[in-house]
């Protein structure tokens, strides 16, 4: 004899059926595998959200109280009944009767008690982590992120739960983009508070895809997907930058209305507060109507005026004889630009017997001429530039070489904060 569930199994599986062509095999759709091997713990949920909105919340009202008793997880009917007692006493035992029948709860006949079972325990604790994060203002960003640091915690990550996590970064990079691309002051305020509000949880992943990352026993495609993330996040964190450039320029844009101290910004966003009733009666006198002849369109009007007005009188004044072929002159030598600071760095190369810090080989008059000539020196023994000519083969070519510790050295001169620690040496 069938036990209740294989039964229930086996009825789902030819109702399943009839979704899918003849001569499909379920068991071998790489889609629908995985949703068939945990049938058990997701009937558990098809238990809880079947039927109406009603229903539901009452079956997980009473599933989560049941639950919520840790200290003593099994429950007698007379205790359920009291607890309960503010439920219909029959709609009460229908429900319980339900949650028993899909196993969500056990009877133990040999104690007469009710305790749920291990697929109900799962359904409860994912409820309630999506509960927690029922009032956020992001709520699906923040859920990813608890359910991939879960799983990186317990060295289980899940690639679907690291792609929904980029798939929610690349929407948010997207509508932040097109929120810089649409110049609106408003949408761009509003696209910067919502930064702000998700800015806790980008900082999370960040620590989590890199400890991710950092782990030698992940698989390649885990890897690609959690790389993958760390990108969208960097761009996610360049758009503090990026908003506050944007409105900046908007800034420098606004219009002045006289020596009242308000703009047109202000005026806009007073506008975008109030009801509609209101609107409509400060359009008074501000709105005039003209008549508009269906006769002429603005392409054929615009075409006429372009040429009556330009076209014309460019006609007149052009001149219709082909002038003279001259030669062209001749040039002994091609002048070549000089590179009047590379000279000077070159030349200064060129005295260097001894090692000498790097701050002091590089610091120029500004920041600029610092970082030229950083990339210069980077240029030392290159093999691909001692092939050119000219004052930077030269400078490659010199008797040099560049020694990097990896660490920063305090300048704070001539608008360079730190530089590279190291030395130019002798060969």
Not at 328 to 342: C, D, S, W, Y
């Amino acid at each position: 004899m069938l036990k209740p569930s294989v039964m229930r199994d086996t009825a789902n599986d030819s109702l399943l059926n009839e979704f899918f062509r003849d001569g499909i095999e379920l068991a071998d759709l790489p889609a629908l595998f995985p949703l068939m091997r945990a049938r058990e713990t997701l009937n558990a949920f098809i238990t809880l959200f079947r039927g109406g909105d009603d229903e539901v919340m009452v079956r997980l009202m009473i599933l989560r109280e049941i639950g919520a008793r840790a200290e003593a997880p099994r429950w007698s009917p007379q205790e359920l009944r009291a607890h309960f007692a503010y439920l219909d006493p029959t709609k009460l035992n229908t429900v319980l009767l339900r949650l028993r029948e899909n196993d969500l709860l056990i009877w133990d006949n040999d104690e007469s008690l009710y305790q749920i079972s291990s697929a109900g325990r799962i359904a409860l604790a994912a409820i309630s982590t999506l509960i927690g994060f029922a009032d956020d203002e992001d709520a699906e960003l923040g859920f990813i992120t608890s359910q991939v640091a879960a799983g990186q915690s317990v060295g289980k990550v899940s690639v679907e739960a690291l792609q929904h996590l980029l798939g929610r970064l690349n929407e948010l990079q997207a509508e932040f983009e097109q929120a810089v691309l649409s110049s609106s002051e408003f949408l761009i305020l509003a696209a910067q508070k919502k930064l702000t509000s998700v800015w806790h949880w980008v900082a999370k992943g960040t620590d989590i895809i890199r400890a991710i990352t950092a782990d030698e026993e992940i698989d390649a495609h885990t890897h690609r997907v959690a790389q993958a993330i760390g990108q969208a996040q960097s761009k996610m964190l360049r758009m503090t930058a990026v908003f506050q450039r944007t409105l900046n320029a908007i800034q420098s844009q606004r219009v002045h209305l006289g020596e009242s101290g308000l703009t047109s910004s202000d005026i806009a966003a007073w506008l975008r507060r109030q009801p509609q009733q209101k609107l409509p009666p400060l359009l008074g006198g501000a709105l005039h109507s003209h008549p508009e002849p269906a006769f002429l369109t603005e392409s054929e009007m615009l075409d006429i005026a372009e040429y009556e007005l330009l076209e014309r009188e460019r006609e007149l004044a052009r001149e219709a004889v082909i002038p003279e072929a001259v030669e062209a002159p001749l040039t002994g030598q091609v002048e070549v630009q000089r590179l009047l600071f590379a000279e000077s760095f070159r030349d200064g190369l060129s005295g260097l017997k001894q090692p000498r810090p790097i701050a002091e080989v590089v610091l120029g008059e500004n920041y600029a001429q610092t970082a030229y000539r950083m990339s210069l020196l980077a240029l030392l023994n290159d093999p691909e530039s001692k092939a050119l000519s000219g004052p930077v083969a030269d400078i490659a070519r010199l008797p040099l070489k560049l020694a990097l510790s990896g660490e920063l050295a305090d300048v704070y001169q001539h608008g360079v904060a730190q530089i590279s620690r190291g030395e130019v040496e002798p060969l």
